[in-house]
């Protein structure tokens, strides 16, 4: 795998170690599901009125828009990157809502989980990873797609563990993709090299207009670490509550990413 720093150069993912990831976190998402008792399903999660139910039909519609999109035409060329991902749902956010409580209004949130996922792994061992995909924000690639069922799995399976308190694991591969994922958005949001990013042990960018950094310490350092860090860019918590609780470490005058956060919402 490639390093990404600022917007020089794309990062590239293992196909096979994706599919592994994505396979992985979509069982222990899937194994937490089939656990939640009714009562669990009707209680309210930190994303707007949407309950548990609601929750799992939206895992359930980030799968199955695989299968969807192979319904379609095939592209004739790639046309989007992984960098552009985390800025391409917020103008379908509205659609995106009303078809998440159509699926949960019409089925049982289990049964419709276990549909999806078995479909969503059937296809995968079908698919070459080569197979263009006509997915948001444009044609990709069926193994560059499935970087970004890691995302979602991993944001969205951290909302059902706090809406639940169902502790969740988290596949190492998974968790690392969805990282990075989120630390080169935030290169690509804010372009420049006067801060240094650390998520150890997964992702290092830089990032912000200003003097670029060579060589020695950098003079501009943020440190967090992976969860935090997805949190933070995907807006479930905010810069000022983490930095009152020492979960980020932030050091130099440029070091303040609050204007720049979140990177996806």
């Not at 990157?81 to 917020?90: M, N, R, W």
């Not at 935030?186 to 042990?201: C, D, I, N, Q």
Request: aromatic share 4%; hydrophobic share 45%.
């Amino acid at each position: 795998m490639s390093p990404a720093r600022g917007t020089s150069r794309t990062r590239t993912y293992d196909p096979a170690r994706t599919r592994a990831a994505v396979a992985a976190q979509l069982a222990h998402v899937r194994a937490a599901t089939r656990e939640l008792t009714a009562e669990q399903y009707a209680l309210p999660t930190r994303l707007g009125d949407w309950t548990v139910r609601e929750l799992v039909a939206h895992l359930a519609m980030a799968l199955g828009s695989v299968a969807r999109s192979l319904e379609l035409p095939t592209p004739s060329q790639a046309e989007a990157t992984l960098q552009e991902y985390p800025f391409a749902s917020a103008p379908f956010a509205a659609a995106v809502d009303e078809r998440t409580r159509e699926l949960a209004a019409g089925d049982d949130p289990v049964e419709l989980m276990t549909r999806t996922a078995d479909e969503f792994e059937r296809i995968l061992a079908e698919q070459p990873d080569d197979r263009l995909l006509a997915v948001r924000p444009g044609a990709m690639r069926l193994g560059d797609y499935l970087v970004t069922r890691c995302l979602e799995l991993v944001v969205h399976g951290d909302d059902l563990a706090a809406a639940t308190g169902t502790k969740i694991p988290y596949d190492r591969q998974a968790l690392a993709a969805a990282t990075r994922l989120l630390a080169d958005a935030l290169a690509v949001k804010a372009p420049g090299g006067s801060v240094e990013v650390r998520v150890p042990p997964f992702a290092v960018v830089q990032c912000v207009e200003g003097p670029r950094h060579t060589r020695g310490t950098p003079p501009n350092v943020v440190e967090t670490d992976p969860l935090t860090w997805i949190r933070l860019a995907t807006g479930r918590t905010t810069w000022a509550a983490e930095l009152a609780a020492a979960t980020v470490q932030a050091g130099g005058e440029r070091a303040d990413l609050s204007g720049y956060l979140p990177v996806m919402s």
